[in-house]
């Protein structure tokens, strides 16, 4: 079980929506409005998933999709402010991707990404 450090709050790779509710109230107390706004939008984006979806709580693989959802939104956004000379909100718009960045997992680079499917073909005896 892996964990991160983020904001201040130790968060396991197992408990997205846990850690984005502990780093809201890490922000509130460091009074960080930038990363609140940010987390609250998660958190938001978070409940009303669970909402709509009849739960209470979302699974971190369906946190992940609504974390990369958002942060895809984020990029377009900075790109069309970016577009329309709107550089003082693009700027705000990249700060929250790099929050909404924080609580996504990594993803592997293409060497690992190479490793595993030559070490996937080579268990299956494909050629």
């Not at 846990?18 to 958190?43: F, I, P």
């Not at 709509?52 to 895809?72: F, N």
Request: proline share 1%; with cysteine.
């Amino acid at each position: 079980r892996r964990s991160a450090v983020t904001h201040g709050v130790t968060m396991a790779v197992t408990d997205i929506h846990a850690a984005v509710n502990a780093g809201v109230k890490a922000a509130m107390k460091a009074r960080d409005k930038e990363t609140l706004g940010a987390l609250r939008g998660m958190k938001a984006a978070f409940d009303g998933m669970a909402k709509d979806g009849g739960k209470d709580a979302l699974s971190d693989e369906q946190c992940v999709t609504v974390l990369r959802k958002l942060a895809k939104q984020r990029q377009e956004s900075i790109e069309a402010f970016e577009k329309g000379g709107r550089q003082e909100l693009a700027d705000a718009e990249k700060v929250e991707l790099a929050v909404i960045e924080e609580y996504l997992p990594a993803l592997a680079d293409e060497a690992t990404t190479r490793q595993w499917v030559a070490e996937a073909i080579e268990q299956s005896g494909a050629s």
